[in-house]
């Protein structure tokens, strides 16, 4: 090894500590600066028609496909062992008092499980359908449960949030964005 090579080889993690370092401060910057969402993951689903799918309904609702629904909705994918699921159900229940249709769609859950965690923790669903192996997840790019997504009158998808809606963010994100739609 040449005294150059050998020069590089020991200055390479003063490097590699320095990208990331830039890398922290950039992401420590966009936090100060409330620019930084940490479930902003790019959906491809934005500004597009729902995908087209049509899933079986946890008995005694009948499942439903794309067609049904009609907006301003919503879809929430969730599951009985998600526990962010759980979580979230408080404000799901207080949309569904408020009037906002929700469809929810089961991922990858067994029925009787679905069925025991609605009972558990309430059901705010207009319907509830079926996604045992998951295809219709993977056509809506889903990152994983829960995840919510807005459809307009038209059948667009307008927003979309990664993880447990909470009353904070229904408040801040989701009604807003619901009363424009009406």
Not at 5 to 12: I, P, S, Y
Not at 71 to 81: D, R
Not at 94 to 100: C, R, S, V
Not at 146 to 166: C, F, N
Request: proline letters at 9%.
């Amino acid at each position: 090894m040449t005294p150059l090579q050998r020069r590089a080889f020991l200055l390479a993690p003063f490097g590699v500590a320095a990208v990331g370092g830039a890398a922290f401060w950039l992401l420590l910057n966009r936090m100060r600066e409330g620019t930084y969402d940490p479930h902003g993951l790019p959906s491809m689903l934005i500004g597009k028609k729902l995908p087209r799918f049509s899933l079986p309904g946890l008995p005694p609702s009948q499942g439903f496909s794309n067609a049904d629904i009609v907006g301003p909705a919503l879809i929430n994918f969730f599951a009985s062992w998600c526990i962010p699921c759980v979580q979230e159900a408080p404000a799901l229940m207080a949309l569904k008092q408020q009037g906002t249709p929700i469809w929810g769609i089961a991922y990858k859950d067994k029925p009787d499980a679905t069925a025991e965690f609605l009972q558990q923790n309430g059901d705010p669903y207009t319907r509830i359908a079926q996604d045992e192996p998951g295809t219709t997840a993977i056509n809506f790019g889903l990152y994983g449960v829960p995840e919510t997504y807005v459809v307009d009158k038209s059948g667009i998808v307008r927003w979309r949030w990664a993880g447990g809606l909470s009353d904070d963010i229904v408040r801040q994100s989701l009604d807003p964005l619901m009363q424009s739609l009406v």
